[in-house]
């Protein structure tokens, strides 16, 4: 029952944090340049394992529960350019306005408990 119940709770939290992203209407290119300020801490070793992938042509899929543009854009700054084909990113993506504003969520939201 408790499990459930938690479940539950983390549910409701997640979707009152996905209606602050679409209510706060985020600029795509806001985005991007609030990734490109913010510093981010990746785990040693990290880069060289992206680069290892990209430069071999492997083909590598990341499933998270974060939002796409955000883990695309910060993998870009990374290793300096974009993310190749053979990396793929499933995880949770806006749609966008004519504005480029958030508009809503594509798909079922996909997240982790």
Known sequence: MRDKYTKLL???DLRL???LHLDKSFLLSNLEDTIKKKPFYFRKGVKKFIEFIIDN???FVII????KETIEAT???L?????????QIISNE???DKENKTKDFKKTLIYTF
């Open 10 to 12: 983390y549910e409701e």
């Open 17 to 19: 944090i996905n209606e």
């Open 57 to 59: 042509k492997i083909p």
């Open 64 to 67: 998270s529960g974060g939002i």
């Open 75 to 77: 993998l870009e700054l």
């Open 79 to 87: 290793v300096g350019k974009p993310l190749p084909r053979n990396i």
């Open 94 to 96: 806006f749609i966008y």
